[in-house]
């Protein structure tokens, strides 16, 4: 079983920068990818990124490439998501989630087994 809890969020204004960190616990060499997701005022729950964790592969949402960046740090079992030249639209509640199996579409939430609560995430002057 994995649990897995965020942490980073805040108040930034826009062209801002902000670090999440996902902390995973639990049998943490069962999974196989780590996703960042998010969800803004009235709308739906989105992919943000992810990395696949036999080969350290990225995927990143069209709307946040060139902007954020994943990462991990094996030897603590937590994964961060850079997120730097924040938009007003990128203010959501951001989520980590986890993958036990092989990831088709990593943007895709039923994807995932194991879900964080969330860190706020709010870019605004």
């Known amino acids: 079983q994995l649990q897995l809890v965020e942490s980073g969020g805040g108040l930034v204004q826009p062209g801002g920068s902000l670090r999440l960190s996902c902390a995973v616990t639990?049998?943490?060499?069962?999974?196989?990818?780590i996703g960042w997701f998010r969800q803004g005022p009235r709308k739906e729950r989105e992919g943000v990124s992810c990395?696949?964790?036999?080969?350290?592969?990225?995927y990143y949402a069209d709307s946040v490439k060139g902007r954020f960046t994943i990462s991990r740090d094996n030897a603590k079992d937590t994964v961060f998501l850079q997120m730097n030249a924040l938009k007003p639209e990128d203010t959501a509640l951001y989520y980590c989630?986890?993958?036990?199996?092989?990831?088709?579409?990593?943007?895709?939430?039923?994807?995932?087994?194991?879900w964080g609560q969330g860190t706020q995430v709010t870019v605004s002057s």
């Open positions: 989630a986890a993958s036990l199996f092989e990831v088709i579409a990593p943007g895709d939430e039923n994807e995932y087994d194991h």
């Open positions: 639990g049998d943490t060499l069962d999974y196989y990818a």
């Open positions: 990395i696949i964790s036999p080969d350290g592969t990225t």
